[in-house]
């Protein structure tokens, strides 16, 4: 969890010539399917059982495991980018996971959020890491099969919690991390924008109009949530907020936070982030909105 601040027909010859054209579209739609809600709840479900997923434990090392199964269906190239993240409790081995579905402009959108969990007694993160893990997952199954203007990658970001306090140094190993290294070898000027999703699955969505995000890009999405009726859960109250996009504007890169803070504040961080705390209809909002962010985002140059 990020750092808060108070201040997101009718012709035989020409049938039989168009026929297999036909029979591809009907292919590629059939792999094609929107965004299902119930299933990156049930992604989450299952992320969330594996119990507190910290950096060190075994359960983390099981949902890595986990997620590049679940991506392994979908026809991506899967990218593992693996570090090791100096930290107060020392030098911890980290990865971050990366989905790449190849489009042809030479241009690039990625979407991003942590699937680790605050290293917390009894602590599952059901929206603080699962609920962004879910939705990833569930954005590979809806990318699959679909012909791409520009590369999209999906970025599972580890090292998004801090060790001990927030700080500079004590937080967004992962985002930090991919950031230098997308910039060292050019990755970085590819990017047409970074859209970071984090606890986004609660009850009762409102998400912060944080102010740190690239206007341009922070508007689009908001207008995208005007368009499809979900004005309610996108206000426009400035807010600022310090998270895994926070790397990428620093690297000159357009990126927002999509992020939910106040709807669950009362559980941030404790024993009660549990899976009774989200909903479906959470899931369906973002994930709508995001997927028609990233048509809007094609069109772009």
């Known amino acids: 969890m990020p750092r808060f601040f108070a201040t997101h027909f009718f012709a035989p010859r020409s049938f039989a010539i168009s026929l297999p054209i036909f029979m591809l579209t009907l292919s590629v739609a059939a792999q094609a399917r929107s965004f299902s809600a119930a299933e990156a709840f049930a992604f989450t479900r299952e992320a969330v059982a594996l119990g507190p997923r910290a950096d060190g434990t075994a359960a983390i ?3 890595r495991a986990m997620i590049k199964r679940q991506l392994a269906m979908r026809g991506c190239e899967i990218i593992s980018d693996r570090f090791t993240a100096q930290t107060p409790d020392g030098p911890i081995p980290m990865e971050n996971i990366i989905a790449k579905f190849p ?10 959020g942590h699937y680790d969990t605050k290293n917390l007694p009894n602590f599952v993160g ?12 569930e954005f590979a199954a809806a990318l699959e099969g679909q012909p791409r203007v520009d ?20 937080s967004v190993y992962g985002s930090r991390h991919l950031a230098e290294k997308w910039t060292q070898d050019g990755t970085i000027r590819r990017l047409k924008a970074l859209i970071n999703v984090d606890m986004t699955g609660d009850k009762n969505l409102r ?3 944080d102010q740190s995000s690239t206007p341009s890009l922070r508007n689009l999405v908001w207008d ?28 000159g890169v357009r990126a927002v936070d999509l992020i939910d803070f106040d709807s669950q504040s009362t559980f941030w961080h404790t024993p009660r982030d549990t899976m009774d ?25």
């Open 103 to 112: 489009g042809k402009s030479g241009r690039a959108i990625a979407i991003s």
């Open 224 to 251: 995208v949530a005007d368009s499809l009726g979900y004005s309610a859960q996108f206000p426009r109250q400035p807010t600022t907020m310090e998270d895994d996009h926070i790397p990428f504007l620093k690297a």
């Open 151 to 170: 590369d999209v990658y999906l970025v599972f970001f580890d090292g998004e919690e801090a060790r001990h306090e927030w700080t500079d140094t004590d």
């Open 61 to 63: 090392v099981k949902l």
């Open 126 to 137: 059901a929206n603080d890491g699962g609920s962004s893990t879910g939705m990833l997952l």
């Open 277 to 301: 705390k989200l909903d479906p209809r959470s899931f369906e909002i973002i994930g709508t909105v995001v997927m028609k962010t990233i048509g809007e985002l094609e069109q772009q140059k």
């Open 207 to 209: 998400l912060i109009y």
